[in-house]
């Protein structure tokens, strides 16, 4: 009943962009925090970007600060990453998942989250 569905990826290269949505059913997006994450293969799940329930915070990786930007519409129950400048070290799958406000933005870890996507696989190479 409560799902997250994770579009937008594919395959990019090197520097080009990509946006990320992230669409929730069965409950509303507007009173939890939102957090996207990356794992690629052999390594742990860690934490992308972060936007807070009131939308005011937002935080992220050191590997993507001045790249990626992460923004929500509550009207339209949707979250967004918004890639730029794209690096083969960004290749993974991308999850969107939410955390009530309590543990969510600032933190990064996933375990302080509670409901995930599927994932969307995004592959950047030449």
């Known amino acids: 009943q409560l799902q997250l569905v994770e579009s937008g990826g594919g395959l990019i290269q090197p520097g080009g962009s990509l946006r990320l949505s992230c669409v929730a059913s069965?409950?509303?997006?507007?009173?939890?925090?939102l957090g996207w994450f990356r794992q690629a293969p052999g390594k742990e799940r860690e934490g992308v970007s972060c936007?807070?329930?009131?939308?005011?915070?937002?935080d992220y990786a050191d590997s993507v600060k001045g790249r990626f930007t992460i923004s929500r519409d509550n009207a339209k129950n949707t979250v967004y990453l918004q890639m730029n400048n794209l690096k083969p070290e960004d290749t993974a799958v991308y999850y969107c998942?939410?955390?009530?406000?309590?543990?969510?933005?600032?933190?990064?870890?996933?375990?302080?989250?509670?409901?995930w996507g599927q994932g969307t696989q995004v592959t950047v190479s030449s």
């Open positions: 936007i807070s329930q009131g939308g005011t915070e937002t």
């Open positions: 069965g409950f509303t997006l507007d009173y939890y925090a």
């Open positions: 998942a939410a955390a009530h406000p309590a543990t969510g933005c600032p933190n990064l870890h996933p375990l302080g989250y509670d409901h």
